[in-house]
């Protein structure tokens, strides 16, 4: 039985214009009216509280890859897994001798300059627009740090990639089994949806998934219902055919 929906954000509810089409308004704010319905993003906590506003969320939601969990009608974050800051320090330092584009999620906001980096007290940091081949090889130089969990993830906006830093053990099925125990169901009561690497814990953990069209071929090969892409409304179709009729 579905109790609740995880939805992932960039390349699942927006597409490369970075708005919500009707279709998959409509489509979430009638699974919202049926179950709690959360967003569960790599993005940073003003995304999440943007998006979730525009679509009336008022369930706990998920940024920065998990590791914060954030009330949409207070707006602010009641609960995170911060990196650490031996991590974070190593993770920003190699990104500086990179030159990459990033943001760094803190107590107080984001940051998406060094300078700006207030401490090394982060929650998450992602490196962001990257070539696949460079995605990959930062992922592979921090592989062997068990302290962090690492995980590439496309950006649907632009077709390149991010690389996320989160504390070990924690990704989308960390924040999917916190907003679980808020609400006091089972991600194995839960759907998810997404359309990338860092999505695969949380259609793991979830009792039914969704993967988008635009997805890679180890999310679909675990998902129970593969979606139309999101250029096409794919969610809207997925809440319309596959979840709403199981309800």
Known sequence: ??????????GTIIGAGETISPAVHEAISRLANRMPVFIATGREPADVLRYSKELGLTTPQVSDGGANILDPVQGVSVWTAPLGPKNAEAVVTKLREMGSAFVATHASGTASTFDGVPNWDLIRVSALDLDEAVADALAENFRGNKDMHVIKAVLPY????????????????????RVGKTLGVDPANMVAAGDSYNDLPMLMACGFGIAMGNAPEELKA?????????????LAIAINDYVLPQL
Do not use: Q, R
């Not at 039985?1 to 960039?10: C, F, Q």
């Not at 675990?222 to 794919?234: H, L, M, Q, S």
């Open 158 to 177: 632009n077709g390149l990639w991010a690389v996320d830093f989160t504390l070990a053990g924690v990704d989308k099925a960390t924040g999917v089994s």
């Open 1 to 10: 039985m579905i109790l609740a929906a995880a939805l992932d954000l960039d």
């Open 222 to 234: 675990i998902a129970d219902f593969v979606a139309p892409t999101v250029e096409k409304d794919g």
